[in-house]
């Protein structure tokens, strides 16, 4: 396969990704958004690459800084962060693709430390990375005996954030989560509100593309990748790239035709259009969102699937909202959160969390539920979710907002019998539904304590 390079000789695909850990590093970017904004231009084999490598180089750091560390004979927080960067690129394709030529990895690595003006460095990178290629059976994990510590390094997770696991689910459960987060996430879709369901599915199979109905979401489908056929009809609106966990959140609500519906931080619309399509837009949806940008991807992503009934609101959740009490029937709170669900797609969150921001996040999501909930009316339906997997964000939360509101109840009966219950919810995980780690509870009440 004939790769496609830059003048000085490295690949696009290696370029592109470099400069997408940069901004993930420097920037504070998100690689799943960069991914998807910046690779269009690439060939369909470049882009693989290109995934490949951000999205492995970010799944196994802490593991390539201890080769790194081995190999370069010095610590990692001692190397300018590009001529880093290089080396995390190079080690990767040397020792997780094997399809890579070694000179390959090794060239474009020396390359690119040179075109971010770091050519100072090209002889350390050359030294590091061909002594790594003569001396592949070194293993940065097999003189760790801490157990802790050799998951961390093992699975590239802040030993803080294991710690933490451990205490909540115990070391199996942590280190077959941990494990799963560095594995790619299944590729799930849904129909869309202007689809028609048997002409799209139709199309799909006269297509070639392999697809089965989900065992954990009823209105979604997995397919093991996608294909050009897919992107086409993603383009077009007909169908909608969105997790199974994440589609159960919007079933659980429960809404129905003629029913008023508030999602009160609804961007960047995944469930709002969701709840839109199980309604055949004939509910009347409310999208809140505190960022008024963030409401004009709502606005577009609603344009694009023709989900005709949705309207936006810009508003604060955690405070008062510009509503009479009790006005919806529904009420769907998928609140700000950690992101440790979420991990197999977005692997830099690991790195960046800090155990401050649990608490934070905590306080945050207690203000947001009990502002919100004042919004459903007596006998409606309040959904409370997060993609994170901690329980303080969740159980904790929960158990808060129930001591608040003594005539609130969990609807039970709502939630999907086949998932594991905590006391306060259901759970996914990708080691087990293999979907995004999310948790949700539906909750039912006559009436809200506005005392509390």
Same mark, same amino acid.
């Given at each position: 396969?004939?790769?496609?390079?830059?003048?000085?000789?490295?690949?696009?695909?290696?370029?592109?990704? %470099?400069? &997408?850990?940069?901004?993930?590093?420097?920037?504070?970017? %998100?690689?799943?958004?960069?991914?998807?904004?910046?690779? =269009?231009?690439?060939?369909?084999?470049? !882009?693989?690459?290109? %995934?490949?490598?951000?999205?492995?180089?970010?799944? !196994?750091?802490?593991?390539? =800084?201890?080769? /790194?560390?081995?190999?370069?004979?010095?610590?990692? *927080?001692?190397? =300018?962060?590009?001529? !880093?960067?290089?080396?995390?690129?190079?080690? %990767?394709?040397? !020792?997780?693709?094997?399809?890579?030529?070694?000179?390959?990895?090794?060239? =474009?690595?020396?390359?690119?430390?040179?075109?971010?003006?770091?050519?100072?460095?090209?002889?350390?990178?050359?030294?590091?990375?061909?002594?790594?290629?003569?001396?592949?059976?070194? *293993?940065?994990? +097999?003189?760790?005996? *801490?157990?802790?510590?050799?998951?961390?390094?093992?699975?590239?997770?802040?030993?803080?954030?294991?710690?933490?696991?451990?205490?909540?689910?115990?070391?199996?459960?942590?280190?077959? #989560?941990?494990?799963?987060?560095?594995?790619?996430?299944?590729?799930?879709?849904?129909?869309?509100?202007?689809?028609?369901?048997?002409?799209?599915?139709?199309?799909?199979?006269?297509?070639?593309?392999?697809?089965?109905?989900?065992?954990?979401?009823?209105?979604?489908?997995?397919?093991?990748?996608?294909?050009?056929?897919?992107?086409?009809?993603?383009?077009?609106?007909?169908?909608?790239?969105?997790?199974?966990?994440?589609?159960?959140?919007?079933?659980?609500?429960?809404?129905? +035709?003629?029913?008023?519906? #508030?999602? +009160?931080?609804?961007?960047?619309?995944?469930?709002?259009?969701?709840?839109?399509?199980?309604?055949?837009?004939?509910?009347? &949806?409310?999208?809140?969102?505190?960022?008024? $940008?963030?409401? $004009?991807?709502?606005?577009?992503?609603? $344009?694009?699937?023709?989900?005709?009934? /949705?309207?936006?609101?810009?508003?604060?959740?955690?405070?008062?909202?510009?509503?009479?009490?009790?006005?919806?029937?529904?009420?769907?709170?998928?609140?700000?959160?950690?992101?440790?669900?979420?991990?197999?797609?977005?692997?830099?969150?690991?790195?960046?969390?800090?155990?401050?921001? &649990?608490?934070?996040?905590?306080?945050?999501?207690?203000?947001?539920?009990?502002?919100?909930?004042?919004?459903?009316?007596?006998?409606?339906?309040?959904?409370?979710?997060?993609?994170?997997?901690?329980?303080?964000?969740?159980?904790?939360?929960?158990?808060?907002?129930?001591?608040?509101?003594?005539?609130?109840?969990?609807?039970?009966?709502?939630?999907?019998?086949?998932?594991?219950?905590?006391?306060?919810?259901?759970?996914?995980?990708?080691?087990?539904?293999?979907? *995004?780690?999310?948790?949700?509870?539906?909750?039912? #009440?006559? +009436?809200?304590?506005?005392?509390?």
């Amino acid at each position: 396969m004939q790769e496609r390079r830059t003048k000085r000789s490295v690949s696009r695909a290696r370029l592109t990704a %470099y400069h &997408i850990l940069r901004r993930v590093e420097e920037e504070g970017a %998100y690689s799943s958004v960069l991914l998807a904004l910046t690779t =269009d231009d690439l060939s369909a084999s470049d !882009r693989r690459l290109c %995934y490949e490598l951000v999205l492995g180089v970010l799944r !196994r750091q802490i593991w390539l =800084d201890r080769l /790194i560390e081995h190999y370069a004979a010095r610590p990692t *927080d001692e190397l =300018d962060p590009a001529v !880093r960067r290089a080396l995390r690129l190079g080690l %990767y394709q040397l !020792r997780c693709l094997a399809r890579v030529p070694a000179s390959a990895a090794v060239n =474009d690595a020396v390359n690119l430390v040179r075109l971010a003006r770091r050519g100072f460095a090209a002889g350390l990178v050359n030294a590091v990375l061909r002594r790594a290629a003569r001396e592949v059976e070194f *293993d940065p994990v +097999a003189a760790i005996a *801490d157990p802790v510590e050799r998951l961390s390094v093992e699975s590239s997770h802040p030993i803080w954030l294991l710690k933490r696991w451990i205490a909540h689910f115990g070391m199996e459960e942590t280190r077959a #989560f941990a494990r799963a987060n560095n594995e790619p996430a299944p590729v799930a879709f849904r129909l869309t509100p202007k689809a028609e369901s048997n002409a799209v599915l139709q199309r799909l199979r006269e297509q070639g593309v392999e697809f089965e109905a989900s065992s954990v979401a009823s209105c979604a489908w997995r397919t093991p990748a996608i294909s050009g056929a897919l992107r086409a009809l993603i383009a077009e609106g007909l169908i909608y790239l969105q997790d199974e966990a994440s589609q159960l959140v919007a079933c659980a609500l429960g809404a129905k +035709a003629k029913e008023r519906v #508030f999602d +009160a931080c609804a961007a960047p619309g995944s469930k709002a259009t969701l709840i839109a399509a199980l309604t055949n837009n004939r509910a009347m &949806i409310v999208a809140g969102d505190l960022h008024l $940008h963030r409401l $004009h991807t709502v606005r577009a992503l609603a $344009h694009q699937q023709g989900a005709e009934n /949705i309207h936006l609101v810009n508003l604060n959740a955690e405070r008062p909202l510009p509503f009479e009490e009790e006005t919806f029937d529904r009420v769907l709170v998928d609140a700000p959160c950690s992101g440790t669900g979420t991990l197999r797609r977005n692997p830099e969150i690991r790195y960046r969390l800090r155990p401050s921001d &649990i608490a934070e996040l905590q306080a945050r999501q207690t203000r947001i539920l009990l502002e919100t909930a004042k919004a459903a009316r007596k006998r409606g339906r309040l959904v409370y979710s997060t993609c994170s997997v901690e329980p303080e964000e969740n159980e904790d939360v929960v158990r808060e907002f129930l001591r608040a509101c003594p005539q609130a109840r969990i609807a039970w009966e709502a939630l999907p019998a086949a998932l594991p219950r905590t006391d306060f919810g259901v759970r996914t995980w990708p080691h087990r539904e293999g979907t *995004d780690g999310f948790f949700f509870t539906a909750v039912e #009440f006559s +009436a809200f304590d506005r005392t509390a």
